[in-house]
């Protein structure tokens, strides 16, 4: 949510995507009804830098969409390592699906459909890196199941909380997600557990470490 000749300049100066997550950009843009969900070139690169900085062992992914920050997140796994990538909508799953296929990282990604809400319960595993980018009203019930299991000093990313500017306007009664949002971000400023800071990279990308 920052302004766009600013955002194009950024991505002016921010590494170009690799082949693969190139062609997967252009199929979520010839495919998909609402491709704008895609993290991109500029947001990939950051959490693939992230991710290297890191180097999880264990990553967990709320809302796949097509594929596109799994596969960013998973540059900087461990040999040994993996990451959990949760996706509601069962008909994405032959595009998921095709590019992990691609991915040098195919043997370490676990793709499962199905609602992250009854899933995030079931993997039981103590989490190095989360990346929240589902449902919008559902962000403070994900981030509550998935702290207990973040490490010490294990990471929480949430993407979409500037919601293109909408958390600094005057908000609608019915608008559920602006008021989730803006819910979230206040829960997390207070919440003593964590230290935190809100980045205005692209629509607003919140970086929680677990103290
Ligand atoms: C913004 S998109 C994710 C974009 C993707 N992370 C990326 O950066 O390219 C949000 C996705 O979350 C999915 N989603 C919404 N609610 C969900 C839930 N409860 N469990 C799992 N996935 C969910 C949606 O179907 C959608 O594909």
């Not at 600013?6 to 609402?34: A, F, G, V």
Request: proline share 2%.
């Amino acid at each position: 949510m920052i302004n766009e000749l600013i955002e194009s300049y950024c991505e002016l100066h921010t590494s170009k995507e690799c082949e693969l997550l190139y062609r997967l950009n252009r199929d979520t843009h010839i495919k998909m009804l609402n491709p704008r969900m895609i993290s991109g070139q500029l947001q990939g690169k950051f959490l693939s830098l992230i991710s290297k900085m890191l180097k999880p062992e264990k990553i967990l992914e709320i809302g796949t969409f097509t594929g596109y920050s799994t596969l960013c997140l998973a540059e900087g796994l461990t040999a040994n390592g993996e990451l959990h990538t949760i996706e509601i909508d069962e008909e994405i799953e032959t595009i998921i699906i095709k590019y992990f296929n691609l991915s040098e990282h195919k043997e370490k990604l676990h793709l499962h459909i199905g609602n992250a809400l009854s899933i995030v319960p079931l993997l039981k595993k103590n989490w190095d890196l989360v990346f929240i980018d589902g449902e919008k009203t559902e962000y403070l019930q994900y981030y509550e199941m998935v702290l207990p299991w973040v490490k010490k000093g294990g990471y929480i990313l949430v993407d979409n909380l500037l919601w293109h500017g909408k958390v600094i306007e005057k908000v609608e009664e019915n608008d559920s997600d602006t008021h989730a949002i803006l819910v979230f971000n206040d829960f997390v400023q207070n919440d003593i557990r964590v230290d935190n800071i809100l980045l205005p990279v692209r629509d607003g990308l919140m970086l929680i470490e677990k103290l």
